[in-house]
Structure formats: C-alpha cells, structure tokens
Nanobody, 128 residues
C-alpha cells in the first residue's frame, strides 16, 4: 500500500515557475513507477510525466516537454515536478500517481487506468 500527498500548487503568472511535490508512505516506494497527471475544468485527465523506479528514465507529454522536469528522491520517498515557463493552459489540478510495475517501459505508462494509487491533487493556476 502506498499513500500519496500532493503539495506545492498555487497561483503564478504566465512565464513563472512552480515545483510540485508528492510525498509517499510505504516501504516499497523505490519499486514504484511514479507519474503526474492533470485535469483542467471540463476536460479529461491527461498524462504529464512519468519516471522509472530508479529515476533513470523519464517520459513527458509533448505539451510539457522542455518545460517540466520530473524527478524523485527514493530516500525521501518523494517525487517532484519542476515546472517552468508556465502557460495559462497549464492551469489544472495536478495529481501524482504510483504503480508497482517496475519492469514496465514508462513510455507505456501514460494511461491513468494503469495506476492504483493517487494523491489528492494540488491546484495550479497560471494567470495571463
């Protein structure tokens, strides 16, 4: 079992930066694929980024590539999403997710239905 707590959201102007954090409980955090998803009002949840259990591999949605960076600290049981050059279209509730399939190619882990564990979400609002 893993419990996830998202934090770090807020209101920022376009072009600004934020860093989201997702703190996990559980003894096997280091074996989990971790990901960030987001959901804007009236839209479906969409994949943002994923990171392998070791942190060696990352994968991004085209819409955030080059602006967002996912990372993890297994000793702290925390995954991060550094966001720069934020745009109004990045406004959404951001959720971290975890799944214990360390053998999977993370490029195949872009569907929310593949993840069993979810954080409560943190709101990111980017003003123009």
């Amino acid at each position: 079992q893993v419990q996830l707590v998202d934090s770090g959201g807020g209101l920022v102007q376009a072009g600004g930066s934020l860093r989201l954090s997702c703190a996990a409980s559980g003894r096997t955090f280091s074996s989990y694929v971790m990901a960030w998803f987001r959901q804007a009002p009236g839209k479906e949840r969409e994949f943002v980024a994923a990171i392998s259990w070791s942190g060696a591999s990352t994968y991004y949605a085209d819409s955030v590539k080059g602006r967002f960076t996912i990372s993890r600290d297994n000793a702290k049981k925390t995954v991060y999403l550094q966001m720069i050059s934020l745009k109004p279209e990045d406004t959404a509730v951001y959720y971290c997710a975890a799944e214990s399939q360390p053998w999977r190619d993370i490029a195949t882990m872009t569907e929310g239905s593949l993840y069993h564990y979810w954080g409560q979400g943190t709101q990111v609002t980017v003003s123009s």
